[in-house]
């Protein structure tokens, strides 16, 4: 695993002209370079496209509501993201701390206590509601495998074959590992990598209590980092420019030249921070780097696909995060017991692409139904809104081709969730890329 950057420190240019370096992409990965790049004393420019900052987790407007384009959820063991969230100010009660809890009104019921790790799991699992003693001790003899973090699993073994090899009856499966495992890597269980799938569990599961933590954003996922990082770095002279798309890269002496939609500019070295489809136009402009590009260009990508139901301002969820056992939406979120509007559900579908071909209406009068099932509502909705990302994530198969952050092409360096790194495509391998594509240019 990386090592968390010491965010708290500031090194300065130390008497030399700083490099000017432009990061393109203001997502999550972009604000963490900026960042990493600021406190070397580096003279960034970041430069986004859009004029909202956050990438795949901004805000989004709709009739009056902050939604998301996304719901999204964090974890106590997001180290980097949480480091870079305390080093720019960002508030505490900005993300809302619930321990370990998996429900499935009328099946299954766990909550972690508020005991070490790995000791927090076993009681987790002991006292589980709706576990017949078959499916209670599988599920302890997985538990014990991922203690081995990505060396649990096979080279090449799919998430399915893991569980296959590891005895799991199909009812734990479907009401645990495998919800788990789509929402961790937005891959289904019968094409994701075992390995990632085991990494993430092991670190989320057995190094500390606080690690399983559920960390729920109060606030939409453009204020929750990029926005306060954006003053943060307004406040230190860093140049950004939201609103500006780079449209070619090219090599002059001692740096590189951005065309961008306001004008060239010149700069020392480059972060490209977007996301893999668009780091491949950026570089196949380049001859030297078509090979890679083509590489980056063809990496597979998962839909992600939330539908926003609001409903009459009594309505609760019986938890905040609330199982669907065989419904298009995998977990329901409360927005008002996460500090948003009332009345309003967040449904997830992760690996949507079924669902993504569906008429919205169809899909949230489904939903609908679906949220009447757990018994939290009555009355019809007063206004849906469904959301389809459509490359949300790269597709964490196994073998998937993951770039280092070094391109080969000097002052040149890739950051984002697809670059290399233990983690699927979340908020964490984003930010930890950032803070390394930062290291390696200072
Ligand atoms: C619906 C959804 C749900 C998710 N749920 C979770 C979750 O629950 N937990 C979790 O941890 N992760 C989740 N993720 C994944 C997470 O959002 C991503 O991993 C992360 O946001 C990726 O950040 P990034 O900086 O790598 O890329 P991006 O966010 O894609 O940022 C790239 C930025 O570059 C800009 N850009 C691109 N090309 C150019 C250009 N030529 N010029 C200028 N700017 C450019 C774009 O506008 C964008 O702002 C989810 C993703 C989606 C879509």
């Known amino acids: 695993m990386d090592r968390v950057e010491d965010l708290d420190r500031d090194r300065g240019p130390g008497g030399l002209t700083p490099r000017r370096i432009a990061v393109i992409g203001a997502g999550y990965s972009g604000i963490a370079a900026a960042v990493g790049l600021v406190r070397e004393g580096a003279a960034v420019t970041l430069l986004d496209a859009n004029r909202t900052a956050g990438g795949r987790a901004r805000r989004v407007e709709y009739r009056g509501a902050s939604l998301d384009n996304g719901q999204h959820i964090l974890l106590g063991a997001y180290r980097h993201t949480l480091a870079l969230m305390h080093a720019v100010g960002v508030p505490a009660n900005a993300l809302r701390q619930h321990r370990l809890a998996i429900h499935y009104p009328g099946a299954l019921g766990l909550a972690a206590p508020s005991l070490p ?19 209670r001790s599988a599920a302890f003899a997985f538990a014990f495998a991922i203690r081995r973090a990505e060396a649990a699993a096979r080279e090449g073994e799919t998430v399915a074959a893991f569980l296959d090899r590891l005895g799991q009856p199909a009812r734990l499966r479907r009401l645990l590992w495998e919800p788990l495992c789509v929402a961790a890597l937005n891959t289904p269980a019968e094409r994701a990598d075992a390995r990632v799938f085991s990494r993430v569990l092991h670190d989320a599961l057995t190094r500390t209590r606080a690690d399983s ?21 307004g ?30 500019r010149d700069f020392d070295a480059v972060v490209c921070a977007s996301a893999p489809y668009e780091a491949a136009s950026l570089l196949g402009t380049l001859p030297t780097l078509a090979p890679l590009a083509a590489r980056i260009s063809a990496i597979p990508h998962e839909p992600i696909t939330t539908v926003y139901l609001q409903y009459d301002t009594r309505v609760r969820l019986p938890f ?3 199982g669907v056992e065989d419904g298009h939406a995998q977990w329901l979120f409360d927005r008002e017991a996460l500090g948003g509007t009332r ?4 449904a997830v579908i992760s690996a949507s692409r079924a669902q993504a071909a569906l008429d919205h209406d169809v899909l949230a009068t489904a939903v609908h139904r679906e949220i009447e099932r757990v018994g939290a509502v009555v009355d019809p909705p007063r206004w849906t809104k469904v959301i389809t990302e459509k490359r949300a994530t790269f597709a964490c198969v196994p073998g998937a081709f993951r770039p280092a952050a070094d391109t080969g092409a000097p002052g040149l ?5 697809y670059t290399e790194g233990p983690y699927p495509a979340t908020l964490e391998a984003a930010v930890a890329s950032g803070l390394r594509a930062a290291r390696h240019l200072t």
């Open 117 to 135: 790790a790995p000791l927090h799991l076993a009681v987790a699992l002991a006292t589980a509601r709706g576990l017949g003693f078959g499916e």
């Open 213 to 233: 933590d559920l960390l729920l954003p109060a606030f939409d996922l453009s204020a929750l980092l990029p926005d306060p990082a954006i003053s943060w770095l």
């Open 235 to 264: 406040e230190r002279g860093t140049e950004v420019l939201l609103g500006t798309r780079v449209t070619a890269l090219s090599q002059v002496a001692g740096g590189w030249r951005l065309a961008t939609s306001e004008g060239p």
């Open 320 to 322: 905040p995060m609330t």
């Open 343 to 346: 009345g309003l559900v967040a």
């Open 413 to 417: 360096v890739l950051a984002g969730d």
